[in-house]
């Protein structure tokens, strides 16, 4: 079965940092571009950051450049989303999602949240001001 595990969600003050995991299994993790996106109370869901593992060309919302950092460890089977200055703003759902590398651009993944492939369960990320 196809398993995609967010985990490292919580509750932080802002400026604050946490460290998202997606743990993937039951797909050849090396064919597949994942991605990181959140919902917030009565918005839509929305791309944060997507990497495509065949170039290592990764996409931030502008939201949260400068502030998160994607990564893959491939031996693992993970992927992170490290998160730093937290604004409470970034209070959401956050959930990791897959599309095969071959559908669209890494851009074209974070940007369509709808076309992705396989979803996980998200990891609720809580910003105190």
């Known amino acids: 079965d196809v398993q995609l595990q967010a985990s490292g969600g919580g509750l932080v003050q802002a400026g604050g940092s946490l460290t998202l995991s997606c743990a993937a299994s039951?797909?050849?993790?090396?064919?597949?571009?994942i991605g990181w996106f959140r919902q917030a109370p009565g918005k839509e869901r929305e791309g944060v950051s997507c990497?495509?593992?065949?170039?290592?060309?990764?996409y931030y919302a502008d939201s949260v450049k400068g502030r998160f950092t994607i990564s893959s460890d491939n031996a693992k089977n993970t992927v992170y989303l490290q998160m730093s200055s937290l604004k409470p703003e970034d209070t959401a759902v956050y959930y990791c999602?897959?599309?095969?590398?071959?559908?669209?651009?890494?851009?074209?993944?974070?940007?369509?949240?709808?076309?992705?492939?396989?979803w996980g369960k998200g990891t609720l990320v809580t910003v105190s001001s």
């Open positions: 999602a897959a599309n095969p590398e071959s559908a669209k651009s890494v851009a074209g993944n974070c940007n369509a949240y709808y076309g992705m492939h396989y």
């Open positions: 039951g797909f050849t993790f090396d064919d597949y571009a």
């Open positions: 990497i495509s593992k065949s170039d290592n060309a990764t």
